[in-house]
């Protein structure tokens, strides 16, 4: 059973830093993207940042400059770092990766930013 496993979240005040991680296991297959989105209170699922396979990355206009994916995604393990956060920053983050066709979740990380 492939699970996702985010960490890292936390508070923060504005204008500091967060390193998120995400850590897939359960299958020896190799995701084709993974993906980090946010969800704040009352609002839509969003993606926040992407690495593909072939190390292309790609961020919401939000966040581009200050934050930045990476990670090994053969190894199924990929990072958000985060700085300059503000308090819109401010929401549960998600893993998602494709593996198979099949899009898997993970559980969440809360990142809070006080003003």
């Known amino acids: 059973q492939v699970q996702l496993v985010e960490s890292g979240g936390g508070l923060v005040q504005a204008g500091g830093s967060l390193r998120l991680s995400c850590v897939a296991s359960?299958?020896?297959?190799?995701?084709?993207?993974m993906v980090w989105y946010r969800q704040a209170p009352g609002k839509e699922r969003d993606m926040v940042a992407q690495?593909?396979?072939?190390?292309?990355?790609n961020y919401a206009d939000s966040v581009k400059g200050r934050c930045t994916i990476s990670g090994d995604i053969f190894k199924k393990t990929v990072y958000l770092q985060m700085n300059s956060l503000k308090p819109e920053d401010t929401a549960v983050y998600y893993c998602?990766?494709?593996?198979?066709?099949?899009?898997?979740w993970g559980q969440g990380t809360q990142v809070t930013v006080s003003s």
């Open positions: 359960g299958t020896i297959a190799r995701p084709t993207t």
């Open positions: 690495i593909t396979s072939s190390g292309n990355t």
């Open positions: 998602n990766a494709r593996i198979l066709g099949t899009y898997y």
